[in-house]
Nanobody
Framework: QVQLVESGGGLVQAGGSLRLSCVVA????????MAWYRQAPGKQRELVAS???????DFARAVKGRFTISRDDAKKMLNLQMNSLKPEDTAVYYC???????WGQGTQVTVSS
């Protein structure tokens, strides 16, 4: 059974950086189709970034050029490096195993202006 646990959220000033991590448990390999989503208060959950099992990445227009998604297969970990953060990036961030539609519990990111 796939289990996902996110970490790395917090409070940061605009222009700062944060790195989110998602440990992938219950699988032989983390080389899977994975994604990061976020949900701001009063808004729908939206896709932030994704990475296929082959390593192809895709980003939402709002974060392209600022965020990077990567995998550490040795640690079975999915990462999201977030740079040049803006107040509108404030949200709860979730990682998802796309193939099995499994979600983590989320981690709060707050960007102050």
């Amino acid at each position: 059974q796939v289990q996902l646990v996110e970490s790395g959220g917090g409070l940061v000033q605009a222009g700062g950086s944060l790195r989110l991590s998602c440990v992938v448990a219950g699988v032989a390999s983390s080389r899977r189709f994975m994604a990061w989503y976020r949900q701001a208060p009063g808004k729908q959950r939206e896709l932030v970034a994704s990475i296929t099992s082959g390593g192809t990445t895709d980003f939402a227009r709002a974060v392209k050029g600022r965020f990077t998604i990567s995998r550490d297969d040795a640690k079975k970990m999915l990462n999201l490096q977030m740079n040049s953060l803006k107040p509108e990036d404030t949200a709860v961030y979730y990682c998802q195993d796309v193939e099995y539609n499994v979600w983590g519990q989320g981690t709060q990111v707050t960007v102050s202006s």
